[in-house]
């Protein structure tokens, strides 16, 4: 279910072959070679493209139509019936997210759309495209927890009492034999449909028609929000991430023997690997080194299979990239190795070829040249500030 939005497949075939035939009826359109005097050869291209236009009008309502009556299906076939049989209200949020708060925003953009449409003989939706691009935003928190509602599914079918319930909801006429995580994916998949249908729109829209302009920049800005999507569903990816990392590493401990905290706000994972790992002058071990954007942790496997789910590590050390200078090649005797000089020590990442250390050496100079330019501004700002108390004394004592 865990599918990037851009990248995720359609509503239906059915609604696939609608927009592959109108790309192809476009394309024809496109290519056609007059026959006759060019006005009217004009006149039957803009002919064929009001066709082609009323087209994608009539499957962008139609197939809005069928999504909202599938959301009305989980609401009404799969939530209301399991809050009323008292299914625990944690499993219910974790299934079903926020998904009644999609339905009530595209009840909303279907209702404007059919509005339009009646009050506009031209057909111009454009700009309910454009009014409606905040307000799905919605659709961020439910594509970034397709992991949780995967695994929550996973939780009711393996438990019999849930699975009972579910299969009773799942029997129902109006799921037609379909699985509830046939109908879970349908609002990644309709999300990621605007972007396809505005832009059949704009290439079946004559320039001079009163929505060409509104419906670009309706494209632009579902664009954007599909791209807003992605990056939260990145974003909550890596924080469950980091969660996971910190719940399977013992032993990391601050000065007092507390447990030290992986999680941070601006903490982001970025890689980890099996490793060859030397502190200081030490003998290398062999390691396992998770890699995030302020922080590389050593550990050392000491449960399951590295990197794979189930695996518990111990803390072995920890190089914060704020306080380290490093060098990166032939260091300490090693030809693929980069070396961390840090307040905890010396320590050395070796790698068996170039090609494996390259990524690591990709992700980590941006950071440190960061770090960099954040150590020369504070100096500068330093340097002003003491430089403006040697002549103004009195400044400082206020």
Not at 2 to 22: C, P, Q, R, W
Not at 205 to 212: F, G, I, K, L, V
Not at 288 to 313: E, H, S
Not at 347 to 369: A, G, S, Y
Request: overall charge neutral; hydrophobic content about 35%.
């Amino acid at each position: 279910m865990a599918t990037n939005v851009e990248n995720s497949s359609v509503e239906s075939n059915e609604e696939d072959t609608n927009t592959e035939i109108l790309s192809n009826q476009l394309n024809t359109t496109s290519t056609s070679t007059p026959t006759s005097t060019s006005t009217s050869s004009s006149t039957d291209e803009v002919s064929k493209l009001e066709t082609m236009r009323n087209n994608v009008l009539n499957e962008t309502i139609n197939t809005e139509k069928l999504y909202i009556a599938d959301l009305e299906i989980i609401d009404n076939v799969f939530l209301f019936p399991m809050t009323m049989q008292k299914v625990p209200e944690e499993v219910l949020k974790n299934l079903f997210l926020n998904l009644r708060n999609i339905l009530e925003t595209n009840k909303m953009f279907l209702q404007d759309l059919e509005e339009q449409m009646k009050a506009n003989a031209s057909g111009s939706i454009g700009g309910v495209f454009t009014k409606m691009a905040a307000f799905f935003k919605v659709y961020v928190f439910y594509c970034s927890n397709q992991s949780l509602q995967l695994e929550t599914l996973e939780r009711i079918q393996n438990d019999r009492k849930l699975n009972g319930i579910l299969q009773v909801c799942q029997g129902h006429e109006s799921c037609k034999g379909l699985q509830l995580n046939s109908f879970l994916i349908k609002p990644v998949q309709r999300i990621c449909k605007y972007p396809l249908l505005i832009r059949e729109l704009v290439k079946s829209t004559p320039p001079n028609h009163p929505d060409a302009t509104a419906l670009q920049a309706a494209a632009n800005k579902i664009q954007d929000v599909v791209s807003f999507i992605n990056e939260g569903k990145r974003n909550s990816e890596t924080s469950n991430k980091v969660l996971e990392i910190q719940n399977s590493v013992d032993g990391y401990l601050d000065s007092t023997m507390k447990p030290k905290e992986i999680v941070q706000p601006s903490r982001r994972y970025i890689r980890e690997a099996p490793l060859r790992v030397r502190e200081n002058d030490s003998r290398p071990l062999d390691a396992y080194v998770f890699f995030f954007n302020d922080l590389i942790l050593i550990t050392r496997c000491t449960k399951g299979a590295p990197g794979k789910k189930g695996a518990r590590y111990e803390f072995k050390g920890e190089i914060e990239l704020e306080k380290s200078r490093t060098a990166e090649s032939d260091v300490a005797g090693f030809t693929h190795a980069i070396e961390f000089n840090c307040i905890s020590g010396l320590w050395t990442l070796v790698f068996n070829t170039h090609e494996e250390k390259l990524p690591w050496l990709r992700d980590l100079k941006p950071i440190l040249r960061d770090y960099k330019l954040k150590k020369l501004n504070e100096f500068k700002r330093k340097s002003v500030s003491g430089a403006i108390s040697r002549i103004n004394p009195e400044n400082t004592n206020s």
